[in-house]
C-alpha cells in the first residue's frame, strides 16, 4: 500500500471527515438557508481552501436514476466504502422487473404462510415514491401479485411522508392508491388501508432515539388502538382540519373501522412484509415483531406471524430472518482498509445519525473494526426546529477530545443539523442550525492545525440549501394562495462540497474537480492523505499534489 506521490508521504497530523449533513450547493440563494445564515467559518474556507463539489444524487450515490434525490444511507455508504453499489431502491425495482423477487424464498413463504392460516397480508411501510426508504410502486406490484397468487384478504398500515416528498402531499398518493385499489379488488380480493400515521409519530424511529414512537405504531397497525376513522382519505382531512398546521410526517396515528370494528388489526396466521428496504427506519419496529425477548415496550398481544422485510435491514444482526430482496454485498471499505493497515479511527455524531457514521460508512456493518473507536452523543427527543443547534457543540467538544488525546490517525464525524432541522421546512431554525454547525467548525479547525492535521469538509446530500419548492418554471421559490413560500422539507438535488482544510503542508495539496466526481472519490483522497494507496476497487483520489 505504498504512496504514488514520492513527493508526498502523507500528513503526519490526523486527517479528518466532516460530513455536515444536508447541506448541498443550491442553484440559486433564493430559498437557502446555508445563503441566509451568517457562517463566517465557512465563508472563510470556501474563499481560501482549495473545494470543488461533489455529485451527491441519483447514479452517483447507487439509486436507480439521476431523478432520485440522495440520502444518508447511500451517501455515507458511497463516502465509506470508496465505490458505488446498486442500492435498495434500485434492487427492488429489478426483483420486481425480472419477477425474480416472486421465486424468492422469503415472498413464497409470506403467501403460503397467509394461505395456509386463511390469514390477510399486511403490508407496512412508508406510504410515497419518494425512494429514500420504499417507493409506492413496490408496494402495489406486491398487491396484484398477491391477488395473482390466490390471497383474498391485503391490509396496508400507510406511514404518511411529508419528508421525502412535499410536506402535506398525502392525499395525492392516498386518493389515487384509493382508486387502484378500487380497480384491483373485486370476486374474493380485499384490500384496504387499515391504519396510519405520520413517519415521524409513529413506527420508523431510527438508532433506539424514541421508542415510544414504535410502540405507539405497534398499537396502531397490530392492535388497532387508536382515533378511528371511515377511510384513510378521511383520517388525513379530520385529522389536518382537528391539528391545523400540522405536515404529513407529524400527523398522530389513525385506525380505519367498519361497523365500528378495525378493519384489519394482525392476527395469528397472518403474513407481514414491511415493504421499506432502507434499514435503519425499519429495525426497531423488525425487533418488536421478531424478538422473543423483546422488552423494549408491552406488546400487549403478540401475533404469530410471517414477517419480512424488503431487505435485510442488519446482516450482522440477521434482522429481519426473512427479507424479500438481498442487500447490496458493500465490500472492501475504507473503514476496512484502514483498519487493516494499523490505522486508529474515531467516529463521533448524535444519536440520529450515529449509525450513519458508523454502520453506513462501514458498508452496513455494525460493531467496531480493530482499531476503531465510536462515540455516540444522545440526541435530544424534540422536534429539531425547537433546538437547531442540536448536539453540534457536543460532537465538537468530543471531536476535540478525541483530537487532544492523540490516541487517533483517522478522524470523522457528522454533523446533523442542516438535514433535521432542514425536513422541519422551518428556514429560520434551519439558518440557526448552519450557524450551529459553523460555529463547531471555528472550534475544532484551529486544533486540527495545532495538531498539523488536515481535514475534509463535505456533505452527504442536500437540504437545507432548498427550504421552499421552486416553481418549474421560474425556479423561484413557489408561493402559496396566502402568499407565503412552500415549504420544502425533502433533501435536494443539489451537488455538496468538498473543501480541503490544510494549513499543515504550505499550500501544497489541492483538489481537482472531475465531471464524474462524486462522494464515492473521498475514500481514496483520505488514504491519499494518510499516505496509503487507494483500494484498487475504488474510485479515483481527487487529490493533487502541487
Ligand atoms: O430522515 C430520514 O429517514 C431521511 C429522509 O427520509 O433522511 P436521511 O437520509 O438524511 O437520514
Ligand atoms: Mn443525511
Ligand atoms: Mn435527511
Redesign the pocket.
Known sequence: MLNKFASFAGISGPVVTIIM??YGIPKSDAGSAIAAARKPTLDRLFAHYPNITLRAHGTAVGMPSDDDMG???V?HNAIGAGQIYSQGAALVADAIASGAIWQGEAWRQVVAGAKAGCGTIHFIGLFSD?N??SHLDHLKAMIVRAREEGIKTVRIHALLDG??VPETSALDYVEPFEAFLAETNGGVFDAQIASGGGRMTIT?D?YEANWNMVARGWRTHVLGEGDQFASAVAAVKELRVKFPGTIDQDLPPFVIVRDGKPVGTIEDGDSVVFYNFRG??AIEITRAFEEANFDKFDRVRVPQVIYAGMLQYDGDLKLPRRFLVAPPAIQDTSGEWFSRAGITQFACSETQ?FG?VTYFWNGNRSGKLAGETYQEVPSDVVPFEQRPWMKAAEIADAMIEALKSGKYRTLRCNFANG?MVG?TGNFRAATMAIEAVDLSLARILPVIDALGGVALITA??G?ADEMYELDKKTKLPAQNQDGSFKAKTA?TLNPVPLILYDNATGGKLGLKQTDKAGLSNIAATTANLLGLEKHAKWDESLLVIK
Open positions: 449533513d444536508g440520502n444518508s444511507e451517501g419518494g429514500v426508504h419528508r421525502d420508523m431510527r435503519d427506519r445519525k450513519h438535514d425536513h452527504d446530500h437540504n433533501h
